[in-house]
């Protein structure tokens, strides 16, 4: 029963990561080379939040639970922000080294367009985000133990993977939102993906409540995805071709 809650979690909080990788980014090496980029600019924000955090409950009363438990919520703010510090950071690095990517590409393709290394930067970020959040609750799942044996729920390790799914995907569609913002240089922009990466946060501290932060986390994925769509060159008029496509191919082949 263990191995299979693991091997259920797992798909379900890394398959779909996984199938964009193994699709759009592995037969790329460059689009390798900025994934695995993005994900160390999000590791090295969690060390420095991390770092802060560490420092703070040092230097404060650890016998405080109250004051703990605020320098908890404390640091993972900070480290929201300090992950969209990074992203930022991340964007003018890229642009800065733009000319030098299209060079080391292949000779027969075109560069990759800011759109693309907006959706590779946010999916490396997502990746590692993810593993982070849910390695270690894969690991309990192996056992021993079972939960819920205490009146905690049941459904701790498929509400984690769900949430671990969904801020992959979070991550993913704030990276094209948010390159697409500073490509126009609206801050506004910057500053709403800043504050729904909070409101996030904000939800997860509903959980064991996992109703409350589960539905309003997937209402705003969705919200984000339909942003990232028409933000990436997306429109209504694509999304008719591709109907109407698929429809004559069905009829052909019927």
Known sequence: MTAAVFFGCAFIAFGPAFSLFIFTIAKDPLRVIILIAGAFFWLVSL??????????????????????????IFGSIFS??????????????????????????????????????????????????????????????????????????QYYFITSALMTLALTMLHTFWGVVFFEGCERKRWWVIAVVLCVHLMVFSLSLLNPFYVGSILPVYAIMLLMAVWAFFSSGGSLHNITLLWTCRKGNAETSS
């Open 80 to 153: 929201v922000i300090l992950q969209e510090v990074f992203r930022f950071a991340y964007y003018r690095l890229l642009r800065k080294a733009n000319e030098g990517l299209a060079a080391i590409s292949e000779e027969d393709g075109p560069p990759l367009s800011v759109r693309e290394m907006a959706y590779v930067a946010g999916l490396g970020f997502g990746i590692m985000s993810g593993a982070f959040s849910m390695i270690n609750t894969l690991s309990d799942s192996l056992g021993p133990g079972t939960v819920g044996m205490f009146g905690d729920s």
């Open 47 to 72: 060390l420095l939040s991390s770092l802060v955090w560490f420092i703070a409950t040092k230097a404060t009363n650890a016998q405080d639970l109250t004051l703990q438990k605020n320098l908890l």
